[in-house]
């Protein structure tokens, strides 16, 4: 039996490929509707997991369920296959027109003329490409190719969309446009997606839950506020983009505090650890402050700021990452804070500058090493 | 010089008053050859889908067979089905040796590696991931594969033109177990070889003419199919 609400449950899923494990993953689930995201670097085996969670390529190990029957003997291959749409990064349009490839998934049911106009002119509609119905599918342009594998994925009516890095060959005039209106099929249908990609941001704005791949194997799976503020280990955090992971160990709890020693200075965090353990630290540069040193000092020395983490430091560097700066410091051991273009300018940030560093207990997410 | 044109303007003749003896065998030839094709492709179609396809043990010795067979010698194989299809045979008591049907049967034997081959690589050049795209659409195996023959239908027009222009033109097979019949299984280019040897160049420059015409006429059609579907 699998659990109800999971639309697809993997078991021991495990491909290797020439004496090597290109997957392996224990257990899986995808819910029913939600958008699950598959992220990691390169070769880390998404795509790979994508399909065979399509049953498209063989042979792997392991046991997959469809609605908690699992697909082979009890739910035939067929069923499934056609339960499932998928969309790939190249569009994979047939030679014909726009229409006919939104059709053909309906014609390959053997569904009546009329039942496949209706659904077609739907699902044109839906992805705004009504206008190139009888378009040659050769002519199109990038963006309304994958509109049209989109729609000849939705026409279907999938009770699963997985999509295999559908908006990474797209430019961003096409590619914005297109997120926004896949995002809304997707939750005006309810269906259940799982995307495969390698950039954050998409699988952040997109997902309901993330889960992170490295070399075949899934590091973490949660909704994207805990991956990015809670990562289980230095490479979920790296990433996800944490950009401080420091070492440290733990001297003493507090009151829902932790004291622990970076390079010889104390840096709080919340929660408690057992005293003289060995830990990660990470911090997001976004929740990293700078201010002029005088400004978060009052008179009698103590700081303004509520932030229990207040460090004098030296900026290292300044590099403009086009809508934000990265500054990269030290306070003895090193930081690495985001900053606007105008904070940048007011806070006369440059290489060598003396500089108030602050964050909040909250704000240090620490990983048990073991 | 004199021979040249002398044996055109009679030829010429021949064509103009549809000489009932020339257009029984241009008929008989594109019967043959059209049916050979036809034959060929069904055959070579399906099994050169079969091979770009799947996946099995021997597959490679398979594919250079294929290729090899591309380039097969028409009298080898003349010489095959004669013994094939000879009295005492394997195939003997089917009586056929010397008949239309025997001549189909080299024929297609001829094409078929031709069409086999170029499938097998019309289809091994489209995109990989269009199969499973395709059975990610929610194809059966069948619908798999016809799908993918209407991607490569252009290819396959390429097929069928060196096929059907493969056996028109031969003549080693078709002699062989045709045997040149007067009006049974006398074809443009075993008629041709004959008329030349014994000096009826008008005769043979006129059958000469009709199979360069045929032979360019197929092609036409088929290229300009082609060149229409062509993207711009």
Known sequence: MSRPGAIIEGRGLRVTRGGSVIVDVPSFTVEEGEVLSLIGPNGAGKTTLLQTLSYLTKPFEGELFFRGRKVGPECPVLTYRRAIAMVFQEPLLFDSTVFENVASGLKIRGMKRGAIREAVTESLGRFGIAHLSDRSARSLSGGEAQRTSLARAFAIRPDILLLDEPFASLDPRSREPLIEDMQAVVKSTGTTAVLVTHDLLESLRLSDRIAVMDRGRILQTGPPEEVLNAPVDEFVATFVGTGTILKGQVVRNGRDTATLSVSGREIESAGSFPVGSHVILCIRPENITLSVPAATLREDGAPVTSARNVFAGTVTRVTPMGFYQKVGLDCGFPLVSYVTMQSRESLKLARGRSITVSFKATAVHVIKKD | ?232
């Open chain 2, 1 to 232: 010089m004199e021979l040249i044109l002398d044996g055109v303007r009679k030829a010429f003749w021949l064509l103009v008053t549809s000489d009932p003896e020339v257009m029984g065998i241009t008929l008989l030839s594109l019967r043959v050859s059209g049916l050979a094709t036809l034959v060929s492709l069904i055959i070579g179609v399906s099994t050169g889908t079969l091979v770009a396809l799947t996946r099995f043990p021997g597959r490679g010795l398979v594919v250079s067979l294929i290729n090899t067979g591309m380039g097969l010698p028409p009298v080898v194989v003349g010489l095959f089905v004669t013994i094939l299809l000879w009295r005492s045979g394997p195939l003997g008591f089917l009586g056929m040796l010397y008949t239309p049907g025997a001549m189909i049967l080299a024929q297609a034997v001829i094409a078929t590696p031709i069409v086999m081959g170029i499938t097998l690589a019309a289809m091994q050049q489209l995109p990989k991931k269009l199969r499973l795209q395709i059975l990610a659409l929610g194809a059966t195996r069948l619908q798999l594969a016809w799908i993918l023959t209407k991607e490569a239908r252009l290819p396959l027009l390429a097929a069928v033109m060196a096929g059907f222009g493969g056996v028109i033109s031969e003549v080693g097979a078709s002699i062989m177990v045709g045997g040149n019949i007067k009006g049974y299984s006398r074809v443009l280019t075993t008629a041709t070889v004959m008329e030349a040897s014994r000096g009826n160049f008008d005769m043979a420059i006129a059958l000469g003419l009709i199979l360069l015409v045929l032979a360019f006429a197929v092609n036409l059609v088929l290229t300009r199919i082609q060149q229409k579907e062509r993207p711009r």
